[in-house]
């Protein structure tokens, strides 16, 4: 009787024990950045500066493999969200999560007369903006929030809605510039 009577709490003990642990390896497999130095990495890859086999940045995480086949996880900053625009006049591919290392857009280092608002009328971006050697126009912004972007280029205009909410889309590739 005193067997049984022991072996429940030691049951319990180790239940905790196992929680615990998980708990304390879930926290540690994400790499340890600040939110500047994280910008920089995701700008880097973005850029060609970094290379990696895939660099994808989700609405909460930077997940990079690299070349070595090591995998690297980034919290991204709490208050900020990454999104990612590749405007068109040909082509274009569906993208739902950017991949930094892999995504191609067909119009790579031009400039474009960008404008990000918020419902409420409040401007965020209203300036010229070059794209990457990627075809890409990189852009944090304050999570969640409904956003309207205006892009122009050599005469030809898109809009369309974002949010920048939990699970949210970080590559929007369906500007067609008309």
């Known amino acids: ?68 086949n090591d995998e690297l996880i980034y919290r991204l900053p709490k208050d900020e969200f990454f999104v990612s625009f590749a405007p068109y006049l040909t082509e274009t591919h569906p993208c739902a999560i950017h991949n930094l ?8 280092n031009k400039e474009f007369a960008v404008y990000i608002e918020d419902q409420e009328g409040n401007v965020y971006v209203d300036e010229l903006l070059t794209s990457q050697q990627n075809g890409f126009i990189d852009v944090w912004l304050p999570r969640n929030k409904d956003f309207q972007i205006t892009i122009s280029y050599d005469g030809k205009t898109t809009k369309t809605e974002f949010t920048t909410f939990k699970d949210d889309n970080t590559c929007i590739t369906t500007l067609p510039l008309t």
């Open 1 to 68: 009787m005193k067997k049984k009577k022991l072996i429940i709490p030691i049951f319990i003990t180790i239940i905790f024990a196992v929680t615990v642990l998980l708990i304390i390896n879930q926290n540690n497999r994400y790499e340890k950045t600040d939110g500047k130095e994280l910008k920089q990495l995701v700008q880097d890859y973005s850029a060609g500066k970094k290379s990696a086999t895939t660099a994808s940045i989700s609405s909460d995480t930077l997940t990079v493999n690299t070349l070595e």
């Open 101 to 108: 290392a892999g995504c191609r857009g067909e119009l790579a």
